[in-house]
C-alpha cells in the first residue's frame, strides 16, 4: 500500500488515474480519449463503464506482447497494412493541405481551442444573403442599421430588447438570439475571430458573413474539451481545425497539382501495350465468370491469374509488374478500388496505386517532422486492432453450444419465449387524433378504467366497450402486430393506424395457444447461447488479466463506485 501511496504522490495524487502492472496513467492520458466535459456529466455507472473500456484494452495490449500474440505474423500484416492506409490518407492533409496553412490562423487556434464561448447576437440580414426568409432590404441598408444599432448599445441600449426587436435570426424571439456554446472552428472564421476576441458582457462592431450583419454579445467562458489534452495532442488538434477550415475547393486544386507533379517527378512510364493485355484479361475474366463489377476481391484474383510476368511500369527508377499491384490493392479497403469498365479505368487505377505509394514513401522519410500529429492516432490504432482481434480469437475458441444445451434452454423458456397463438381479442380506444390519444394515455396510466373509457370516447364499438372480434396477426395493421407482442390484461402506448387515427388497446385473451416447434427455433437459440458464452468468456478475461496484472483505480480522482 506504501508503494502505491509513495506512486501516486510522485505524479500528484489528483493527476493520477490509475496503475496497471506497475505503470502509471495520468488522468492526462484518459481524458485524451474522453472528453473531460462529458466525464462530468456521466453517472457513476457510466464512468465505470468508460474505466472499465479503458482499462480493458491496455491489459490486453500487455497481455498480447506477453504471449507474442502482437508479433504474429498475420497480425503484424494486418496492422502494418492499417497503419499505411491511416498514413496515406494523413499524407494530404501533410503535404497537401498542411502548406496551405495560415501561421496566424494556427496560432488563432493554439490560443482559442482551450474555451468554449456562449453568445447571443443580433442578425441584420439582407436582399440574397443565405438566410431562409425573404429579406427586402439592401445590403448597404442593412450595414447602415447595424451600424446604428451598435452605436445605440454603445449608449446604453438593452441588447435584448434590440434582438427581439430587429433581429432578422428566426428563433430571435424565442431565445434572444442565444446561440450557445461554441468551440473553435465550428464557425465561419469572420464570426469566430471576432466572437472569441471578445470579453465577457461585451458586443462587437458588426460583422459580415452570407447571413448578413451580426453583433455578437460574450455572455461566458468556460474550458472546453480540448484544454485538458496533453501538449502534443493539443497541438495536433489546432492544426486539424486549421486545415479543416481551408475551403474544400482549395484543397481540390491543390490536391490534384500535387498529384501531377508526385507522378511527373517519379518518372512514372507504363508500358502501353502489356496495360491493354491486362486489360482484355480483366474483360475476358469477367464475361467468363458473369462478373457486372469489379470488386477488390475479383479484381484482385483476376489480376492474379494473369500469367504475363513483364514490366508493366516504371516509376523511381523502379520496375513493377501485376504482381506489385494486385499486392498493392489486396491490401487496401474495397471502397478503394475504382470500377474498371474502360482501358482508361485501369490506367487511372493503377496511377493511384502509385501515387498511394509515393504517399506512403515520403511519409516515411519525412515522419519525424510530423511525428507530434501521427504517434498518438498510430498507437490509438495499434490497441483498437489488437485489442479487437485478440478478442476475437479469444471468444472464437469458446466451445460449440451442443444440441442438450439447446433442448434444455429451450424447454425452460418454452413458456415465456416460446409460444404462439392462433388468435387474440382486444378492446380498443380508438381516436381521430395523437392529442386525444395521448390525454387518455395518461388516464389509463392513472388508474382510469379501459372499459369506461373506451364507451364514453371510442370510435370502435363503443357499446360494447370497443370490444373487437378475435383476429390474426396479420389483420389492422401495427395495431394487430402490437396486440400479439402484448401480455394478457396490460393496455398498449399510443399507436398510429395506417389510416392516420390513434389507438390503445386492451389485451383480453389469447386463443388456441400452442408452443413454437423447436425446430423452427433452433438456429435462433443456438446463436443466443454462442454470443452468451462468448460474452461469459470476454468477462471472465477481464476478470482474469485485472488480477494478473495488479491494477489500482485512484477512487480519489474517478469517484466512481467501484
Not at 413458456?415 to 380506444?429: A, F, G, P, Q, T
Request: net charge positive; charged share 25%; hydrophobic share 40%.
Amino acid at each position: 500500500m506504501f508503494v502505491l501511496l509513495l506512486l501516486f504522490f510522485t505524479l500528484s495524487f489528483s493527476e493520477v488515474a490509475f496503475t496497471l502492472n506497475g505503470n502509471t496513467f495520468s488522468q492526462q492520458s484518459f481524458f485524451n480519449k474522453i472528453p473531460r466535459e462529458e466525464w462530468n456529466n456521466f453517472s457513476n455507472s457510466q464512468k465505470n463503464d468508460l474505466i472499465k473500456d479503458f482499462i480493458y484494452k491496455e491489459l490486453v495490449f500487455l497481455e498480447s506482447e506477453k504471449t507474442n500474440f502482437l508479433y504474429d505474423p498475420l497480425i503484424k500484416s494486418k496492422l502494418d497494412n492499417r497503419i499505411n492506409q491511416f498514413l496515406i490518407n494523413s499524407a494530404y492533409d501533410l503535404f497537401v493541405a498542411f502548406p496551405l496553412v495560415d501561421s496566424l490562423e494556427y496560432s488563432k487556434a493554439l490560443k482559442y481551442l482551450k474555451k468554449d464561448i456562449r453568445v447571443r447576437h443580433i442578425l441584420i440580414g439582407y436582399k440574397d444573403c443565405r438566410l431562409p426568409i425573404p429579406i427586402k432590404r439592401s445590403k448597404t441598408k442593412a450595414l447602415t442599421l447595424s451600424k446604428n444599432l451598435y452605436n445605440d448599445l454603445k449608449s446604453g441600449s438593452n441588447f435584448n430588447d434590440y434582438v427581439v426587436e430587429y433581429s432578422d435570426d428566426p428563433s430571435a424571439d424565442k431565445n434572444f438570439g442565444d446561440l450557445g456554446w461554441l468551440s473553435w472552428g465550428r464557425t465561419v472564421p469572420e464570426f469566430q475571430n471576432a466572437a472569441f476576441s471578445l470579453s465577457i458582457n461585451t458586443f462587437s462592431e458588426p460583422i459580415l458573413t452570407d447571413f448578413g450583419f451580426h453583433i455578437i454579445f460574450l455572455d461566458d467562458i468556460k474550458p472546453s474539451n480540448s484544454s485538458f489534452l496533453d501538449s502534443s495532442a493539443y497541438k495536433a488538434l489546432a492544426l486539424e481545425k486549421t486545415i479543416m477550415s481551408i475551403p474544400l475547393d482549395i484543397k481540390r486544386v491543390s490536391a490534384k497539382q500535387y498529384d501531377q507533379a508526385a507522378i511527373f517527378n517519379s518518372g512514372l512510364v507504363f508500358n502501353e501495350t502489356l496495360l491493354l493485355k491486362v486489360f482484355n484479361h480483366i474483360q475476358n475474366e469477367n464475361t467468363k465468370n458473369k462478373i457486372v463489377a469489379s470488386g477488390k476481391k475479383n479484381l484482385v484474383n483476376t489480376l492474379n491469374s494473369f500469367n504475363n510476368s513483364g514490366v508493366l511500369c516504371v516509376f523511381d527508377s523502379s520496375a513493377y509488374g501485376v504482381k506489385w499491384f494486385s499486392n498493392h490493392f489486396k491490401n487496401f479497403p474495397a471502397t478503394r478500388i475504382p470500377s474498371i469498365k474502360t482501358l482508361e479505368d485501369l490506367k487511372r487505377s493503377f496511377s493511384l496505386a502509385v501515387l498511394q505509394n509515393l504517399c506512403l514513401v515520403k511519409i516515411n522519410q519525412e515522419y519525424d517532422n510530423f511525428s507530434f500529429l501521427l504517434d498518438l492516432k498510430i498507437k490509438n490504432i495499434t490497441k483498437n486492432l489488437i485489442f479487437d482481434s485478440f478478442i476475437k480469437n479469444h471468444i472464437n475458441n469458446v466451445k460449440n453450444i451442443d444440441s442438450t444445451e439447446i433442448i434444455n434452454y429451450y424447454n425452460n423458456n418454452k413458456d415465456d419465449k416460446y409460444k404462439e397463438y392462433n388468435l387474440v381479442s382486444v378492446r380498443e380506444i380508438k381516436t381521430l387524433d395523437k392529442s386525444s390519444c395521448d390525454s387518455l394515455y395518461s388516464l389509463l396510466q392513472n388508474d382510469f378504467s379501459f372499459l369506461n373509457l373506451a364507451k364514453n370516447n371510442s370510435l370502435t364499438n363503443p357499446r360494447n366497450g370497443g370490444l373487437i372480434e378475435p383476429f390474426t396477426i396479420n389483420r389492422y395493421g401495427p395495431m394487430g402486430k402490437k396486440a400479439f407482442s402484448m401480455k394478457i390484461n396490460t393496455f398498449s402506448e399510443p399507436i398510429e393506424n395506417l389510416d392516420g387515427t390513434w389507438s390503445l388497446i386492451f389485451l383480453e385473451k389469447k386463443i388456441n395457444e400452442q408452443y413454437i416447434p423447436l425446430n423452427r427455433v433452433i438456429n435462433k437459440i443456438k446463436n443466443f447461447l454462442k454470443k452468451d458464452s462468448q460474452k461469459i468468456a470476454k468477462e471472465n478475461l477481464y476478470i482474469s488479466l485485472y488480477n494478473k496484472y495488479d491494477v489500482s483505480i485512484n477512487p480519489l480522482f474517478f469517484k466512481s463506485d467501484k
